[in-house]
């Protein structure tokens, strides 16, 4: 019988490209919003690790099957490392990724593009239902652009160049995006584990 591996997040876009890099896996991958009953966990960790973890150990016990969750921040040199923890919640507690957006190119008005430095960091987190963990870190290095550009990706994606490209996620195409991201870079040190879950 194939096992189970609960994506813990109720974010389509997340869950979608978490999907998108993890095929072939020998396991039933399901999101946690097909759980009646789930909700969201409180993230509410000073780390990215502490909200991952909190969120995979959190979906594991109430779903009953091994989870995988992950928490992403982006980080700004020049605004000292914000919005980081903070980033989906940067402009308010419910903000758009246009208010996201928004807040951060009015954080970085006049700051030239050598000072705007940035990486995506990702912790993804994996848990079983017994308290056993795993978590692994991806990083992508990039800078923070003046403007949206790209339809493409989501929440920063529009304003995050890729350092030594001059594209931004939003301009690259999804394969493109899953074969580099910070996301899949998380997740693969968490593959050889996942593959033994069978």
């Given amino acids: 019988m194939e096992k189970t591996l609960v994506i813990a997040t109720f974010n389509v876009h997340k869950a979608g490209e ?7 896996l020998p396991l039933r991958l399901r999101t946690l919003a097909e759980f009646p009953g ?3 966990a409180v993230e509410d960790g000073e780390t990215l690790e502490e909200n991952a ?23 700004v ?8 923890v903070r980033s989906a919640r940067y402009a ?7 208010d996201n957006n928004a807040k951060l190119l009015a954080a970085l008005a006049g700051v030239p593009a ?14 079983s239902p017994s308290g056993e963990t795993a978590v692994s870190r991806g990083t992508l290095e990039g800078r923070i652009t003046e403007q949206a550009r790209g339809s493409g990706g989501f929440g920063y994606d529009p304003l995050f160049e890729l350092a030594g490209a001059s594209r931004t996620l939003s301009e690259l195409s999804d394969a493109e995006k899953n074969a580099l991201s910070h996301r899949a870079r998380a ?12």
């Fill in 114 to 127: 050598a000072g705007r430095g940035a990486r995506f960091a990702c912790v993804a987190a994996l848990a």
């Fill in 77 to 84: 040199d020049a605004l000292g490392g914000a919005p980081g």
């Fill in 38 to 40: 789930a909700g969201p």
């Fill in 18 to 24: 978490i999907l998108a890099i993890l095929p072939g």
């Fill in 53 to 75: 973890l909190k969120k995979a150990l959190a979906a594991a016990r109430f779903t009953g099957a091994w989870a995988l969750a992950d928490d992403t921040g982006l980080e």
């Fill in 187 to 198: 997740l693969a040190g968490l593959l050889p584990l996942l593959r033994r879950l069978q």
């Fill in 92 to 98: 308010g507690d419910g903000a758009s990724y246009a």
